[in-house]
């Protein structure tokens, strides 16, 4: 044995084995390191890219298509589902199904809604778009949205009757009444929550004094939540990159989820145990002692709960659950609170979170009409966008290097076994 070793062409043989088994540990190792980063820089919390919610939009598009019945009752079909969201006063499902319109209509119906919100004078596309539609629906169904959607919906029709149907081509005009001018309606404070963006149910300092100090005396069935409001109040924006509206519209929108029993209920557990990392309750207790220690006037103890709240923040859990809340708080802005919370209830992780973000940044309120019908496949329309940051390219770069590397080994050590050592010299 020691007269083979001593060979010297033994060292020669031996070093392609070393530099094969090398390579075979290395590049299942880059390929993990590569994928996480991927996934990490898109990553759960990114902003989705313009060329990924145009793909997603048409996938919206289609999906509305192949619910569309026959041609001769997609005008009944259509305006039952807007009536059916409307008696469920759930107002942006039934704007989406308006939206919606142009694919759940037959050819002849979806032509003429286009041409009338091409003639719009003024708004967005969308509210071009949903003027338009307004006017092939039913009488009473017209009149229920109009309604409902208050604030949004009161400039929507602006014109008497004989105004509207004179400027519709006769095609569109027949069969059709119209409404004139509808006069406002006064919300009720749960009208205007379920309405608006500013949707917010985290209470005053105050009451977070006060859910502070039942907490500590042992009332613990609600902490999730307090520890929520906690951290909307006395979290720093700046800190966490993240701005109090949005925080707080996050928040409420989790806090009516959870108190509801909306939310899945593994996406929930995990909620709460990211919440709890948060605010651990050692600290937390330690901190509302020291806040409760001194008799003081109402305002000053809830100023003082809040610097509690804020010293008992860990700062690396805070940073990835306010991404989370980030995009939370994001549905909020383009879907409004009901809405979110629609698309929130199919989400079982912080990944099915950001596929909720981009079916709503593609389909709006479309996006809440179709979760409706389909439920949780909505969230299967759009995937999650990836950016490459300068890590992951060059661990990319470094997998392809070992990838090339590994070729070329084996590729020398079959030569050699075929060849011998002669051919396989210009490796």
């Known amino acids: 044995m020691s007269l083979v070793r001593n060979q010297p062409g033994y060292h020669t043989g031996s070093l392609p084995a070393v530099v094969f088994n090398v390579l075979l540990f290395l590049i299942p190792i880059f390929s993990v390191q590569v994928l996480s ?88 596309a969308d509210q071009r778009l949903l003027r338009a539609a307004l006017l092939f629906l039913p009488n009473e169904v017209r009149n229920g949205y109009l309604k409902s959607a208050r604030p949004k919906g009161i400039e929507l029709i602006t014109a008497s009757a004989e105004t509207v149907s004179a400027e519709l081509p006769s095609t569109q005009a027949s069969n059709m009444n119209f409404p004139g001018l509808i006069e406002p309606v006064a919300l009720t404070p749960i009208e205007h929550m379920t309405r608006s963006t500013d949707f917010n149910v985290l209470g005053t300092p105050q009451d977070l004094a006060n859910n502070s100090r039942a907490w500590l005396r042992g009332d613990r069935r609600h902490t999730t939540q307090l520890k929520l409001t906690g951290l909307a109040m006395a979290a720093d924006p700046e800190a966490i990159g993240v701005s109090q509206t949005r925080l707080q519209q996050a928040a409420s929108v989790l806090k009516t989820s959870l108190k509801a029993r909306r939310l899945d209920q593994g996406y929930a557990s995990n909620l709460e145990n990211k919440i709890d990392a948060v605010f651990k309750n050692d600290v937390l207790e330690f901190e509302l002692d020291n806040a409760f220690a001194e008799i003081s006037t109402p305002n000053v103890q809830a100023m003082r709960v809040r610097e509690a709240f804020s010293n008992s923040i860990d700062a690396s859990a805070a940073s990835r659950l306010t991404m989370e809340l980030n995009q939370i708080g994001r549905l909020v ?39 409706t019908v389909i439920g949780a496949k909505t969230l299967s329309l759009g995937g999650v966008s990836f950016r490459w940051s300068q890590r992951t390219i060059l661990l990319f770069m470094a997998l392809a290097a070992a990838s090339v590397a590994l070729i070329l080994v084996v590729m020398s050590s079959t030569l050699r076994m075929m060849f011998g050592r002669s051919v396989t010299a210009i490796l």
């Open 333 to 371: 802005d383009v879907t409004g609170p009901l809405g979110a919370l629609s698309l929130l209830e199919h989400a079982k992780s912080a990944r099915d979170v950001s596929k909720a973000r981009l079916i709503a940044e593609a389909g709006g309120d479309r996006s809440v009409a179709l979760t």
């Open 37 to 124: 980063g991927v996934l990490n820089d898109s990553g759960e919390h990114g902003a989705p890219t313009a060329e990924l919610i145009d793909d997603t939009r048409r996938a919206i598009d289609k999906t509305f298509v192949t619910l569309a019945p026959a041609s001769n009752s997609a005008r009944a079909n259509w305006a039952a589902l807007v009536d059916v969201q409307l008696a469920a006063k759930n107002t942006p499902a039934a704007r989406g199904f308006l939206l919606a319109a142009p694919q759940l209509l037959n050819r002849d119906d979806a032509r003429a809604i286009r041409a009338a919100a091409s003639d719009e004078p003024a708004g967005s």
